[in-house]
């Protein structure tokens, strides 16, 4: 197999229809800022501006998603949101006069900034620079150029992150596949996509899901990243699929370390040109893919060496909590959660704001939802207490718990604390349902046995303050009738019974025909627990 063309021959070199795009980017791109922002889903088109941008001399953010928060937090560093082709550059501000085409495909200029994907924490940004991206690209032609050939490539991930970036997008480039196919949202997809032999770039929570039956042709090779691959996905996917997956093992902090086919017991091999050694216990790497290849660094992966001069990965060092005055580590109280034998997944976090903050999500197995059936969320979740502190102090154990189907995953298939934390919304009750005819809404509610007004409250008997019910209403109303919620008065107001944590709630509330009025009533199976009526601020009113 031939070296793969370097980038900056790839953004010189490229010709056609696709060379002509590259060169209509360029040209907007050289009317824009610095640095710009690009979101384009389709991986042609991204292509294009890509390697546009680069020969305008342009700095490249691949922005994970396009929420207002995200395009927020760009704009106040500085970085223009950029539509190549549609909207141009959506920026103010001074632009050169041409396009520094020199200067933007010097190999050590970085080029390029992506985020992590928030796994461990809040998204951080990671430059990198086209002698860092060659060398990866070269790296994994060195390896699996061999096993590929000219397939195409097809994957599931997205090219806005360092994975899909490189397997997607700029590896296929420098070494001549093609790879101009739309994403595979979904495996039931795969048929009407694949012809023969393609190479699918994929997660563990896809392959996880992978009909079987459904899913010919099959693919030349298959690519995992973004997380462990489970032992028995990995048998199923090599028997369905002819052959071992190959799983390959980075992050976007420090580029692709290692490779494995994904087996049991299988160590991790190192990519060409990464170094490693363990220290107290911990991988660190010295290797062409970092900022200086020369520096060794710790990748806060702990590790053990295997056999074949491998090593296998243990967990994340610095995934430690501090609780209770004691350190936990997170990656041991989910292995002992699965250990229970009641749970599939589990992922233990701190979730900021709560009192109590230690946290698990988790998915049940059969086991675990039998208990569930049987007893509820509390009683599942009084099991997994109960056999934690059999090894834990109580300060050690969760207290907040929550149970679904599915981990919530990005395009990357990571499992993101952002994510995670988004699953505890500890000053509201669970929406289950929601309707209006008229000037009459309906609203029914679960309040989380977690909720955060429980602490200090009653705690051995934890019961829904007044206040929060009353909070409730009024942000409910001004929802659902248009009101700014900002209150005038209250009326009549009662509380009759106890709201307990697990209540299903039905709360109805009426516009009344004065303007801003709004009576409102919480009851459940037991009866009535609090009534009143609510005048908004309306007109001129304080």
């Not at 106040?76 to 550059?89: C, K, N, R, S, T």
């Amino acid at each position: 197999m031939s070296r793969p063309r370097p980038l900056a021959d790839v953004v010189r070199g490229s010709d056609g229809a696709f060379g002509q795009a590259v060169a209509r980017s360029a040209s907007e791109a050289a009317r824009g800022p610095m640095d710009l922002a690009l979101f384009e889903p389709d991986p042609l088109r991204f292509a294009a501006a890509l390697l546009g941008a680069w020969r305008a001399g342009r700095r490249v953010w691949l922005a994970p998603d396009r929420q207002p928060a995200t395009l927020a937090a760009l704009r106040a560093a500085g970085v223009a949101l950029w539509e190549p082709g549609e909207a141009g550059i959506d920026a103010a501000g001074p632009a050169p006069a041409s396009p520094m085409a020199d200067a933007a495909l010097d190999p050590q200029r970085e080029c390029l900034v992506l985020f992590t994907s928030g796994s461990t924490g809040a998204p951080e940004p990671i430059g990198k620079s086209l002698r860092q991206l060659d060398a990866e690209i070269v790296a994994l032609e060195a390896v699996f150029g061999p096993r590929m050939g000219g397939a195409r490539v097809l994957g599931s991930v997205s090219h806005q992150h360092i994975y899909g970036l490189l397997f997607r997008v700029l590896w296929p480039l420098a070494c001549g596949r093609d790879f101009a196919t739309p994403r595979l949202e979904f495996p039931s997809q795969w048929p009407a996509l694949a012809g023969a032999g393609e190479v699918l770039v994929t997660t563990p929570s896809v392959l996880a899901q992978w009909p079987e039956a459904a899913a010919r042709p099959a693919p030349r090779r298959v690519f995992s990243s973004g997380g462990p691959l489970p032992p028995e996905v990995a048998e199923r996917a090599a028997r369905h699929f002819g052959a071992p997956v190959l799983e390959v093992f980075g992050s976007t902090e420090t580029g692709g370390i290692a490779w494995r086919e994904a087996s049991p017991g299988a160590a991790w091999q190192a990519l060409p040109g990464v170094e490693w050694r363990i220290e107290d216990g911990r991988l660190w790497l010295r290797s062409p893919h970092l900022p200086d290849p020369a520096v060794w660094r710790d990748t806060a992966d702990r590790a053990a060496p295997g056999p074949e001069g491998g090593f296998r990965l243990l967990g994340r060092a610095d995934r430690i909590a501090k609780i209770g005055e004691k350190r936990v580590s997170l990656d041991g109280l989910e292995r002992q959660l699965l250990g229970t034998g009641l749970l599939a997944e589990a992922r233990a976090l701190l979730v900021p704001g709560l009192k109590r903050a230690l946290a698990v999500v988790a998915v049940p197995d059969a086991a675990g939802r039998a208990l569930w059936q049987a007893g509820g969320r509390r009683r599942l979740a009084a099991e997994l207490r109960h056999r934690l502190l059999a090894e834990r102090e109580p300060a050690q154990v969760p207290r907040h718990w929550r149970f679904v189907a599915t981990l919530p995953r990005n395009a990357q298939g990571k499992v993101t604390e952002a994510a995670l934390a988004a699953l505890f919304r500890p000053g509201e009750p669970e929406r289950l349902a929601r309707s209006r005819e008229g000037n009459v809404a309906c609203l029914s509610l679960r309040v989380p046995e977690d909720l955060r007004f429980f602490d200090g409250h009653f705690d051995a008997a934890p019961v829904v303050p007044g206040v929060v019910l009353l909070d409730w209403a009024i942000a409910s109303a001004a929802e659902a009738f248009g009101h700014v919620p900002a209150l005038g008065g209250l009326e009549v107001l009662k509380f009759q019974q106890l709201v307990t944590p697990g209540a299903i709630l039905q709360l109805r509330l009426e516009a009344g025909p004065v303007p801003g009025l709004v009576t409102f009533r919480y009851e459940s199976a037991l009866g009535s627990h609090a009534s009143g009526r609510l005048r908004f601020a309306v007109g001129g009113e304080a």
